[in-house]
């Protein structure tokens, strides 16, 4: 059963290109598609999207094009409030990462988002903000050391990591083929697929592609 998904949406600034288009306009082709994914999850019964948003290491962009993300992912979030698309849709979203360090205004925003969508329950959207897979383990080591603690297992270190949610799949988009620390401990296990379609270029078709390749698979667990 495919229940969950992660999705690492890469090539937005090379499909950019492609279409000589701006930044701005391509990435709010990207956001848009995010919720065209969330039908067609819902249409294939996949209860959760993990999507990343943000990586630790966007840091190094351009400060202009940082500020584009921030401005559309708030602009987003605000649409979201307003029209009540998650309460129609029974969506509770959920930000996930190193939110400290984000633009307050921005964080201010995605909090009231997770305090409005928090008692849906019909699909589950996580938004990786910030984030990244080893920052995260290191976060749950130093938690856990706080916590004088002896001994562990999977189940307490996985309680001290910023998400716990084990994706069935994970795809990534413009034909790299690395995680690049996504869901690095939850992903363990997770199947693959990798496209090299840009993101914002993913058809409905494409995405029924990669459940139908999926669903011919042996998840074996190492067994």
Request: overall charge positive.
């Amino acid at each position: 059963m495919l229940a969950s998904i992660g999705i690492i949406p890469d090539g937005n600034r090379r499909y950019c290109k492609k279409k000589d288009i701006d930044l701005d306009e391509g990435y709010s082709k990207s956001i848009d598609k995010v919720f065209k994914i969330i039908e067609w999850c819902k249409e294939f019964k996949i209860k959760s999207l993990t999507i990343w948003g943000f990586s630790t290491e966007n840091w190094g962009r351009s400060k202009v094009e940082r500020k584009i993300l921030f401005k559309l992912f708030g602009e987003k979030a605000k649409e979201i409030l307003e029209d009540n698309l998650a309460k129609k849709e029974g969506v509770k979203i959920r930000v996930f990462g190193n939110k400290d360090k984000l633009p307050k205004n921005l964080k201010k925003i995605f909090d009231k988002v997770e305090r409005e969508t928090r008692k849906n329950n019909k699909f589950y959207l996580n938004i990786l903000l910030n984030y990244g897979g080893r920052k995260e383990i290191i976060s749950a080591v130093n938690k856990i050391l706080k916590k004088n603690k002896k001994s562990i297992n999977e189940k307490s270190f996985e309680k001290e990591l910023w998400i716990q949610e084990n994706p069935d799949l994970i795809i990534r988009t413009s034909g790299e083929m690395r995680l690049s620390g996504f869901l690095s401990f939850q992903g363990a296990y997770s199947e693959l697929y990798f496209t090299k379609k840009y993101f914002p270029e993913l058809t409905k078709k494409d995405f029924k592609n990669i459940i139908e390749n999926y669903k011919k698979r042996e998840r074996r667990f190492g067994k």
